[in-house]
């Protein structure tokens, strides 16, 4: 069942509606939705759906695939905002997204939020600083999607910076609607995987031998063992020293060693140096 208050629009003020007519507008643009699967028109009819029962800023899809550089399958922004949320994003960044490790990963299908996904330092993390903010983005929840072996889709949708992020009753509806969203972008976009090429293996979430394992390679030339791979590709993407070593199963006083090592084989100084050389040396490759 549906919580009573819902908004049509994130800039229009919230509204009281009753169950029944809640439901009456999500059933009849559901039921518009399905009439435009497989058309250019369901994702527009997709947003639409979402919105009779969510306030939202930005609707985005990105397909996943293994190795590949994500897709973009839609987006609802201006050229100049989607040219920082969209293009930026598939330069590199996109590497040390707590939605794109999901989606490689082998978290299931489901609600995912940003703030549940990320890092314990995800917020301080040069990514974020750097990046994320420059997106105008306050929250960010998706619908993680597999509608075929080797690919994944994730339909999310944002608060900007300037509205209070989803609450507790906006992620009930979230999970409500979730099977039926789930059902229609798996039929829509089935075929997603044909769009990417050949590619050279499962990412895994791996680090190590994933894409940002093999980026971080290439950056230091070689110079690092795996093991500070392994700890910068999670430094970069927002986690502490105690954080990295309950996940590696080793102490926070050897996290810290093997960052001292990391950072003078490189000649930096700091995390700020390491995001700057991880981005350039992505610009660089393309």
Not at 167 to 177: E, G, K, L, N, T
Not at 241 to 257: F, M, P, Q, R, W
Not at 268 to 285: P, T, V, W
Request: charged share 25%; aromatic share 8%.
């Amino acid at each position: 069942m549906f919580p009573l208050e819902t908004a049509r629009s994130v800039s229009a003020p919230l509204e009281v509606r009753s169950t029944g007519t809640v439901l009456a507008d999500w059933n009849r643009a559901t039921g518009e939705a399905l009439e435009t699967l497989q058309t250019p028109a369901f994702p527009r009819a997709l947003q639409t759906a979402l919105k009779t029962v969510i306030a939202y800023d930005i609707s985005m899809v990105f397909a996943y695939s293994g190795r590949e550089k994500p897709i973009c399958l839609d987006h609802n922004m201006e050229a100049e905002r989607a040219a920082t949320v969209i293009e930026d994003y598939i330069r590199g960044p996109y590497l040390l997204d707590p939605f794109y490790a999901a989606a490689v990963g082998t978290e299931r299908p489901g609600v995912i939020r940003l703030k549940t996904l990320a890092p314990d330092l995800f917020y301080n993390s040069e990514y974020f600083k750097r990046h994320y903010v420059r997106t105008d983005i306050r929250d960010e929840v998706g619908f993680l999607v597999r509608p075929s072996p080797g690919a994944a889709l994730v339909v999310s949708v944002t608060r900007p910076i300037d509205r209070p992020a989803f609450s507790a009753r906006d992620m009930q509806i979230f999970q409500a609607v979730e099977p039926v969203v789930r059902r229609l972008a798996e039929f829509h976009w089935r075929d997603v995987a044909a769009r990417f090429g050949p590619s050279p293996g499962p990412a895994g979430g791996g680090l190590k031998d994933g894409p940002i394992g093999v980026a971080l390679d290439q950056m230091a030339d070689g110079r690092l063992t795996r093991r500070e791979i392994e700890i910068t590709a999670l430094v970069l993407r927002g986690h502490s020293n105690a954080s990295i070593a309950d996940l590696l199963k080793i102490s926070a006083g050897t996290v810290k060693i093997h960052r001292r090592n990391i950072y003078q084989k490189l000649d930096i100084s700091n995390q700020a140096d390491l995001f700057s050389r991880f981005i350039g040396h992505l610009a660089q490759i393309g």
